[in-house]
């Protein structure tokens, strides 16, 4: 079963907080990406993500740290999976 784009939409919404397609976006214009190398940039990009799970963690806030968790590894798959 195929899902429409609304739904692949509110579910992106329920895991990153944000819709797959602005979350690529956001990977693609990183600050880290332009300042080193494109695979340093892409793991700095993930790590930073980690930390902020982390602190999100420290403040009692869970649900925005799975967030933050499933954005880490979504772009993990994105850049080391899919693209090879």
């Known amino acids: 079963m195929s899902l429409s784009q609304q739904e692949r939409d509110q579910r992106d919404v329920s895991m990153f907080g944000m819709s797959s397609d602005a979350l690529r976006e956001i990977a693609e214009t990183s600050i ?16 930073s993500i980690l930390s902020d799970a982390q602190e999100e963690m420290s403040l009692g806030d869970k649900e925005m740290a799975r967030k933050f968790i499933n954005r880490a590894k979504y772009l993990l798959s994105y850049y080391y999976m899919e693209r090879e």
């Open 32 to 47: 880290y990406r332009s300042s080193l190398d494109e695979r340093g940039g892409d793991a700095m990009l993930i790590m």
